[in-house]
């Protein structure tokens, strides 16, 4: 009932305002994952639908944005990794979108100038203080705070809540809370905290818009926040970078011989995925998936079965 009360005031954020949107909930970009349709639904249900411009070229970028464009007539964003980082693709998105966002690489300001340039709005996901601080001297409009309990890479080494609370009182501007968050209440506990929003990712692994593989949304389903570790078990094609997954894709791994686990069909031409590699198992790829990097965050255990995006939307809002 407080819940229900408090998320009636909260409904209207600096994140709503910035962004146009009408709930404080961002989708997470999560490549192989974001489909269009996911991000549009999100979008079309009131949060901020994202996609991943990581690692596609920038005519395919364009091509997906359109596609997106024709689907939803809300703001969407775009998410790139930097260790990845195409600057023509950056372009792309700063001048077809409302939001382009970063995550894992010192804050740039030549970038954040690129994006406000094209005319969106700049965000950089942040993992320590060090870095928020960072992130608005590079002139940022928004940040990330991403505490250990996230799903997929993560940055630093701190909780959600004591990193929310000591970049609360660093920073100024915009801060959307990302890690562990799946459900009502703890959307409710990080705007109580402080946050502008909340970003979601594992929740919508699930959806059935998302581009993952059956067996890898049925492994998340059958899981609890105890069944996820950190880990550097999924390294090869981007070392040394902490990732959260479910433990039973390190054991299946660990025990896998071969250097070829799987394949990902890419427009007929199947890719080999090797053994530990950082690749996650969408509906395109064939082998074994269990042995692949399973990405999930502690928020797994809102994880119950495969429903609509607009649905996860409108029970991460119930009571609002
Ligand atoms: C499958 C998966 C892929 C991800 N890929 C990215 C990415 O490409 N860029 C990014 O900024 N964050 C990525 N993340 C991290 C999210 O932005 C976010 O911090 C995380 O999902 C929040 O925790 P949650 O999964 O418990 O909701 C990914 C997360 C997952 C689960």
Same mark, same amino acid.
């Given at each position: 009932?407080?819940?229900?009360?408090?998320?009636?005031?909260?409904?209207?954020?600096?994140?709503?305002?910035?962004?146009?949107?009408?709930?404080?909930?961002?989708?997470?970009?999560?490549?192989?994952?974001?489909?269009?349709?996911?991000?549009?639904?999100?979008?079309?249900?009131?949060?901020?639908?994202?996609?991943?411009?990581?690692?596609?070229?920038?005519?395919?970028?364009?091509?997906?944005?359109?596609?997106?464009?024709?689907?939803?007539?809300?703001?969407?964003?775009?998410?790139?990794?930097?260790?990845?980082?195409?600057?023509?693709?950056?372009?792309?998105?700063?001048?077809?979108?409302?939001?382009?966002?970063?995550?894992?690489?010192?804050?740039?300001?030549?970038?954040?100038?690129?994006?406000?340039?094209?005319?969106?709005?700049?965000?950089?996901?942040?993992?320590? &203080? %060090?870095?928020?601080?960072? @992130?608005?001297?590079?002139?940022?409009?928004? *940040? !990330?705070?991403?505490?250990?309990? /996230? =799903?997929?890479?993560?940055?630093?080494?701190?909780?959600?809540?004591?990193?929310?609370?000591?970049?609360?009182?660093?920073?100024?501007?915009?801060?959307?809370?990302?890690?562990?968050?799946?459900?009502?209440?703890?959307?409710?506990?990080?705007?109580?905290?402080?946050?502008?929003?909340?970003?979601?990712?594992?929740?919508?692994?699930?959806?059935?818009?998302?581009?993952?593989?059956?067996?890898?949304?049925?492994?998340?389903?059958?899981?609890?926040?105890?069944?996820?570790?950190?880990?550097?078990?999924?390294?090869?094609?981007?070392?040394?970078?902490?990732?959260?997954? &479910? %433990?039973?894709?390190?054991? @299946?791994?660990?025990?896998?011989?071969?250097? *070829? !686990?799987?394949?990902?069909?890419? /427009? =007929?031409?199947?890719?080999?995925?090797?053994?530990?590699?950082?690749?996650?198992?969408?509906?395109?790829?064939?082998?074994?998936?269990?042995?692949?990097?399973?990405?999930?965050?502690?928020?797994?255990?809102?994880?119950?079965?495969?429903?609509?995006?607009?649905?996860?939307?409108?029970?991460?809002?119930?009571?609002?």
């Amino acid at each position: 009932m407080i819940i229900y009360k408090f998320l009636r005031h909260m409904k209207k954020t600096l994140f709503t305002k910035i962004i146009g949107c009408e709930l404080p909930i961002q989708l997470a970009g999560m490549p192989g994952i974001n489909t269009v349709y996911l991000a549009a639904a999100v979008s079309s249900s009131g949060g901020l639908g994202m996609i991943s411009g990581t690692q596609m070229d920038p005519d395919f970028l364009l091509d997906t944005i359109d596609n997106l464009k024709e689907l939803t007539s809300q703001p969407f964003g775009v998410n790139f990794l930097m260790p990845f980082l195409d600057r023509d693709c950056v372009k792309v998105a700063a001048s077809k979108s409302k939001l382009v966002e970063f995550f894992y690489g010192d804050p740039d300001p030549s970038l954040i100038e690129m994006v406000h340039d094209g005319g969106a709005l700049a965000c950089w996901q942040i993992g320590s &203080l %060090k870095e928020a601080i960072q @992130a608005e001297e590079a002139g940022c409009d928004l *940040i !990330v705070a991403q505490g250990t309990q /996230a =799903g997929g890479h993560v940055r630093g080494d701190a909780k959600l809540l004591p990193l929310l609370s000591e970049v609360l009182e660093n920073v100024n501007i915009p801060i959307i809370a990302a890690g562990g968050i799946g459900t009502t209440k703890d959307i409710a506990g990080v705007l109580n905290a402080g946050a502008a929003a909340a970003r979601v990712g594992t929740r919508f692994l699930a959806a059935r818009e998302s581009g993952a593989h059956p067996k890898y949304i049925q492994a998340l389903i059958d899981a609890k926040a105890e069944d996820t570790v950190l880990t550097e078990t999924f390294s090869v094609g981007w070392p040394h970078a902490h990732h959260r997954v &479910l %433990k039973s894709c390190v054991s @299946a791994v660990n025990s896998f011989e071969g250097e *070829i !686990v799987s394949e990902r069909d890419l /427009a =007929g031409v199947k890719k080999p995925i090797l053994k530990g590699s950082i690749a996650l198992p969408t509906i395109n790829t064939t082998g074994n998936i269990e042995a692949m990097a399973l990405y999930a965050g502690e928020s797994v255990g809102a994880v119950d079965s495969i429903k609509s995006a607009a649905d996860i939307m409108s029970e991460l809002i119930k009571e609002i």
